[in-house]
């Protein structure tokens, strides 16, 4: 069964591989950034929804300055918590599946094996807690329609992202200092964006039960370990790149220590989880260096 999407967050790195992804596969899209669509606003959220008609909303449209968060979390629940519920609200009124992309923050990150889809959160972060408020509104208002993607240490070829800053920093710096000390699944958005695209289209077959997925890669490392194997992907020497602890890197915002997420419930849906992280940078690294 097929049906038109709608994105929103459509300039952001997630969102247009999304709208790539559908694009290729020939399906009704549209996108909307910020000043076409302000999830925050419900007159806004009504006249885009009656303008175009979507069988599906990704929400790909958040805030996501972690450490800003702190000191302005009014502001970011406006925007990961209120718009989620405006959304929510119109797509039960009209019988649309809504995908909601989270965060592993809603976890305290202290665990020491994979988080379950329910296993208990604890949000540690003000950017956690905004998050976990979207969640739960999109859970409670479409409980047979409602779709939560959480995602963590997300890069692609879209916008800034921690890969292609070590890109840069490789070029510039004789030795690089990495934190070693924090655990988590670097994800490529390419692999995000596909599994979302086949979640939405199994949500509208009726193959897919609604409620919440992990959408990280398989496999783990710390950041020091993802650096060197972007070091050995750039064909430089791995032993440039030196450990470190959080405590170095010293931030408003914690970060959780232990952010691997369990992929259980894709069986659910008849899919794989996403694939091991080395793979996807492998095949991803074209694009975000820019070589042809």
């Avoid at 038109?4 to 694009?23: C, E, F, I, K, N």
């Avoid at 509104?137 to 047979?144: F, G, K, T, Y």
């Avoid at 890197?249 to 091991?276: C, Q, T």
């Amino acid at each position: 069964m097929s049906g038109s999407w709608l994105v929103t967050g459509a300039g952001g790195m997630l969102a247009q591989d999304v709208l790539a992804r559908l694009a290729r596969d020939g399906e009704s899209a549209v996108g909307l950034d910020r000043k076409a669509l302000d999830i925050t606003d419900a007159d806004s959220v009504r006249r885009a929804v009656e303008e175009h008609g979507p069988s599906v909303i990704v929400n790909c449209a958040a805030w996501t300055a972690v450490d800003d968060a702190e000191t302005r979390e009014d502001e970011a629940l406006r925007i990961n918590g209120e718009g989620p519920r405006l959304l929510a609200e119109v797509c039960a009124e009209h019988g649309i599946v809504l995908l909601q992309v989270s965060t592993d923050y809603v976890f305290d990150g202290q665990a020491d094996e994979p988080y379950a889809e329910d296993a208990p959160t604890a949000p540690r972060s003000a950017y956690g807690r905004t998050k976990l408020a979207g969640e739960r509104a999109i859970l409670s208002l479409l409980p047979d329609r409602g779709y939560v993607v959480r995602t963590a240490w997300l890069y692609g070829a879209g916008g800034g992202n921690f890969v292609r800053t070590m890109i840069k920093l490789e070029g510039i710096k004789d030795t690089l200092d990495v934190v070693d000390d924090q655990l988590g699944q670097p994800t490529w958005t390419g692999d995000l964006a596909d599994r979302l695209v086949r979640l939405g289209r199994g949500a509208l077959a009726g193959t897919a039960p609604a409620g919440i997925y992990h959408g990280t890669s398989s496999g783990e490392t710390t950041w020091f370990g993802f650096t060197r194997a972007i070091f050995e992907q750039l064909g430089a020497d791995p032993e440039r790149v030196r450990p470190t602890t959080s405590a170095a890197f010293a931030r408003p915002a914690p970060r959780p220590a232990y952010s691997v997420l369990g992929h259980d419930r894709w069986a659910k849906a008849g899919l794989e989880p996403i694939r091991n992280w080395r793979e996807a940078l492998a095949e991803s690294f074209k694009d975000l260096h820019g070589t042809p």
